[in-house]
């Protein structure tokens, strides 16, 4: 009989975490417990295996398993121009008015960029707009390194781009005839891509656009109210934050914010 995601108790929660964070640094204590307890026994039932107990037997014999988990962990899901109304206010509204009063460098940064969907439409769209990295630079931070990694190599699947039009299809992406797809190489040299983890990583400098969507969601409370802190303290005055269209801001994060748009969950620092 498979395992019920209420089979994993808090006490298992707590002997994951404590052995991912001492594998891969990451610390998942502060996520999300159902979250956690969903994925956990999801992963245990592909196997498929009865018992936790087993499970953990289960990963001291194979050395692969406990990467396995992480993956499970960090769920990868995207696409180009994912929720694409918001894309679009981010081509007609906010990149124009960017480019119109900065003068300097303007600088994006997408946290939880999982394997570059999100941080390549940024690089599409202005280079449809024709700005280069002389004007713009594009960092894109994840926790996950086989996610990045696949980003740096920015080859995809189909059903990933079926939100672009043919035309953009054909201008960014080399395609062979097995339905995969090659993104162009100036757009991808246009991204820088980092090992991050946003609620403990290292200072990456101030931007004027950060995106963060679909990372939230996972975490608890508390986690949620760190996150954003630090989201909008890397934000310059004026800057952009856009979360995902199913995330709510904490309270507290709002004070400093005001809404753009609260359906396509778009935001700007006003102090
Ligand atoms: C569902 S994907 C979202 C991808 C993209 N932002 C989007 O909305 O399409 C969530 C990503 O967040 C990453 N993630 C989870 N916790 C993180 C953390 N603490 N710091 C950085 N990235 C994190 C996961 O590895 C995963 O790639």
Not at 67 to 74: A, E, H, P, R, W
Not at 142 to 147: K, N, P, Q, V, Y
Not at 196 to 212: A, P, R, Y
């Amino acid at each position: 009989m498979p395992i019920s995601f209420s089979d994993i108790t808090l006490e298992h929660i707590d002997k994951f975490s404590r052995m991912l964070r001492k594998h891969y640094d990451i610390d998942f204590s502060g996520y999300n417990p159902a979250f956690l307890r969903r994925r956990i026994a999801g992963r245990i039932n592909r196997i498929p295996l009865a018992s936790v107990n087993q499970y953990y037997k289960y990963i001291e014999d194979s050395p692969d398993e406990l990467g396995m988990l992480l993956q499970n962990l960090t769920i990868n899901v995207s696409e180009f121009m994912r929720n694409p109304e918001v894309f679009d206010i981010i081509g007609v509204d906010i990149l124009p008015e960017l480019i119109a009063n900065k003068n300097n460098l303007i600088r994006f940064w997408t946290a939880g960029c999982s394997k570059g969907e999100e941080p390549y439409s940024l690089a599409i769209i202005l280079s449809k707009m024709g700005i280069g990295s002389g004007k713009a630079e594009i960092v894109a931070t994840d926790i996950d390194e086989i996610a990045l990694k696949k980003a740096r190599r920015g080859i995809y699947k189909r059903t990933s781009l079926k939100n672009l039009s043919q035309n953009d299809r054909k201008i960014f992406f080399k395609n062979s005839d097995d339905g995969i797809y090659k993104i162009e190489r100036k757009i991808k040299k246009s991204v820088i891509f980092k090992k991050h983890n946003i609620l403990t990583g290292s200072d990456l400098g101030k931007f004027d656009f950060i995106m963060c969507r679909n990372v939230a969601i996972y975490f608890g409370k508390e986690l949620q109210v760190k996150m954003y802190r630090r989201l909008i303290d890397d934000l310059y005055i004026g800057g952009y934050l856009i979360i995902g269209k199913s995330e709510v801001l904490p309270k507290c994060s709002i004070k400093s914010l005001s809404t753009i748009t609260l359906e396509h969950r778009i935001y700007r620092k006003v102090k």
